[in-house]
């Protein structure tokens, strides 16, 4: 191989390796900012105590550290399964984005562009107003904004499918139209759910101020089933940037694929609508911005994108804690405040714009 | 020797890489090919040529499995296009399309990369010899250079390079190029020509969609002539390119110039006098 060539290769290789370092420096970032978000709250309390209080709480913990019991329950109890919920939405989010927009090949989809959202928030609605008690741990709502959530996607790709195919167009449109079915349901709902009307607002805001152990568990085995699927598939998106003809050239399976990804990326994004209400922002602009900072390659994509989102909603709750003290904004007003204009200026930071 | 064409030259020169036979091909309820059949062989370019809506691109469609065919049969690399699944296809042939898309924000060498994908599993990461296949389909396609620069800032004949790179990294015996002159000027017609020639010596078989008549005559060593899905003439180009040919599937008035000393035929579009029409 001559110089040139091996110099060429070199470059070629820039863009394609490099995740370790990459995510080194995102995990040490999504580290402090969960230390803060298990310090900041109405109560603020010290770095050790929180790092202290969490050795304590391991299983296999040897020599108990001494720390004020309040200060230990509040950050076993409330603020490390806040911590943890918000990160797990905003990883769920970020990688449903990511690939919402990868099948769709348009930087405007995220995951509630085929009916997630608004599925969920009619679920959500019905579960507050509906007179339904269970002896479930966290409630009858999550699960039924997951219901709606996942009812609302299969009907929007059902109502598209001509035949076997089912093209990129008409899955837009017929997810526009279920979420506007479903939006005018809620909005229903909401007019004549009189005081409970506040509980429904807060969900279609989001929140992570009720969070909670059990709630936090329960979503994660559909959230690791789900990014295990979009992960498998980080390749094959490569290839579906280009056009559908091309991808099948190059023996993609293209509606196959198009399939898996949506079900496993709208199953995450409905765990995370059902986890902490609709977030929205979040699974927009983080794949883009890691997209910008660390290039186009789906295989680095996917994983910097869960992190860097759970980074992102973590940081933008402790936002929600503190702005107002002690009132709390809803998380979905500070993502949509601070991360609108931090993304356009990296927008337009890069000259190449968005793809 | 390259990579490619070690590929390539595996198989005898006399080797018929795509034989299709009496294909007949609808397109949401409009016939558009009509018992059309073509074979190309290693180290062959073939000229694919006709009217607009004559069904040149519809046959490049269809001998990749992407038009379904009504009867008839195609035969890639000696295996029925039937039978073959995508991946093994996608070994065997490669095309590039008129309009071909991708992100305008990845570099050239992505592009090329991504020729690989036949070889590769799902959770497979590109190899130093991927690396290096796709290097080296960047140098024969006259794009190396170009390696690190993204699709967005590439002129057009570049970027049909780069695609054309892509599809050399696919390492294929067969080669389908629907209009890869389209919108270029003459330089980069002749450049993409000459390539094209190049990969024919190494033994790749080419099918190629052109419309500058002129160029097909030169270029391909065979050429066949489409014209409302049907073949209305197949030979050597001095024997498909003639006058009377193009003056009935087009409809226009020509002279083509065959005797000159010429290796190939060329056509002159008969102009009404300049002087008259503006009257």
Redesign the interface.
């Given at each position: 191989m001559s110089a040139r060539t091996a110099q060429l290769v070199g470059r070629l290789g820039r863009r394609s390796g490099g995740l370790v370092p990459a995510a080194g420096a995102v995990v040490a970032l999504l580290a402090l900012v969960a230390l803060a978000g298990a310090m900041v709250g109405t109560t603020s309390i010290p770095a050790g105590v929180v790092l202290a209080s969490a050795w304590n709480a391991l299983p296999f913990a040897g020599a108990r550290i001494d720390v004020p019991e309040g200060w230990e329950r509040i950050v076993i109890d409330v603020r490390l399964p806040r911590v943890l919920t918000a990160g797990l939405v905003g990883a769920a989010l970020a990688t449903s984005g990511t690939a919402y927009q990868g099948v769709f090949r348009n930087a405007l989809a995220d995951p509630f562009l085929l009916g997630v959202a608004s599925g969920a928030a009619l679920g959500a609605a019905l579960g507050i107003v509906l007179p339904i008690e269970g002896a479930l741990p966290f409630g009858w709502v999550p699960l039924l904004a997951f219901a709606g959530a996942v009812i609302a996607v299969t009907l929007a790709y059902l109502a598209a499918k001509v035949g076997d195919s089912v093209s990129n167009a008409s899955l837009i449109l017929s997810g526009v139209a279920v979420s506007a079915m479903a939006g005018a349901a809620t909005s229903f709902i909401l007019l004549t759910a009189g005081e409970r009307a506040l509980t429904i607002f807060g969900f279609l805001f989001g929140s992570f101020n009720t969070a909670n152990w059990p709630r936090a568990i329960g979503g994660l085995p559909y959230l690791a089933a789900g990014v295990a699927v979009l992960l498998l598939h980080a390749r094959v998106l490569n290839v579906l940037q280009l056009d559908e003809e091309q991808a099948t050239q190059l023996g993609i399976d293209v509606p196959r694929t198009r399939i898996i990804v949506l079900a496993a990326a709208s199953l995450v994004a409905a765990t995370a609508v059902a986890m902490a209400g609709v977030i929205g922002f979040v699974g927009l602009i983080v794949p883009h911005i890691t997209r910008l900072i660390f290039g186009g390659d789906y295989r680095r994509l996917l994983p910097l994108a869960a992190l860097l989102g759970a980074a992102f909603l973590i940081a933008a709750d402790v936002l929600a804690r503190v702005a107002l003290r002690p009132q709390e904004v809803p998380v979905g007003i500070i993502t949509a405040i601070v991360g609108g204009p931090f993304f356009l200026s990296l927008m337009r930071a890069r000259r190449g714009g968005l793809r | 020797m390259t990579l490619v064409s070690a590929v390539a030259a595996t198989a005898p020169a006399s080797t018929t890489l795509l034989r299709a036979r009496d294909l007949d091909v609808t397109v949401g309820g409009t016939d558009v090919l009509h018992g059309v059949s073509v074979e190309v062989h290693a180290g062959e370019v073939v000229g694919l040529i006709g009217p607009n809506g004559a069904g040149k691109s519809t046959l490049l469609?269809a001998l990749?499995g992407?038009a379904p065919l009504n009867s008839g049969s195609v035969e890639v690399a000696g295996q029925a296009l039937r039978t073959s699944d995508?991946?093994t296809?996608?070994?065997t042939?490669?095309?590039v399309?008129q309009m071909?898309?991708?992100?305008?924000?990845?570099?050239v060498?992505?592009l090329a990369?991504?020729?690989r994908?036949?070889y590769?599993g799902?959770?497979?990461?590109?190899s130093a010899r991927d690396?290096?296949i796709?290097?080296q389909a960047?140098?024969r396609a006259g794009c190396?250079a170009l390696?690190?620069r993204?699709l967005?800032t590439l002129s057009g004949g570049q970027r049909r390079r780069a695609f054309i790179a892509r599809a050399l990294a696919?390492e294929t015996p067969l080669l389908l190029l629907d209009e890869p002159t389209a919108n270029l000027d003459v330089q980069a017609q002749c450049e993409i020509f000459e390539l094209v020639r190049r990969l024919a010596a190494d033994g790749v078989g080419v099918l190629v969609v052109v419309h500058d008549l002129t160029l097909a005559a030169t270029y391909c060593d065979r050429l066949l002539l489409l014209d409302a899905g049907r073949v209305v003439a197949e030979g050597a180009p001095h024997e498909v390119v003639t006058a009377e040919h193009v003056q009935r599937v087009y409809g226009t008035r020509v002279t083509v110039i065959n005797d000159s000393g010429h290796r190939a035929p060329i056509v002159v579009p008969v102009a009404v006098d300049k002087s008259e029409a503006r009257r």
């Open positions: - | 469609r990749t992407l995508r991946r296809l996608a070994r042939v490669a095309v399309q071909p898309e991708a992100p305008p924000s990845i570099t060498a992505e990369l991504l020729g994908s036949p590769l799902l959770l497979a990461r590109e690396h290096a796709a290097m960047m140098e190396a390696a690190a993204t967005g696919q």
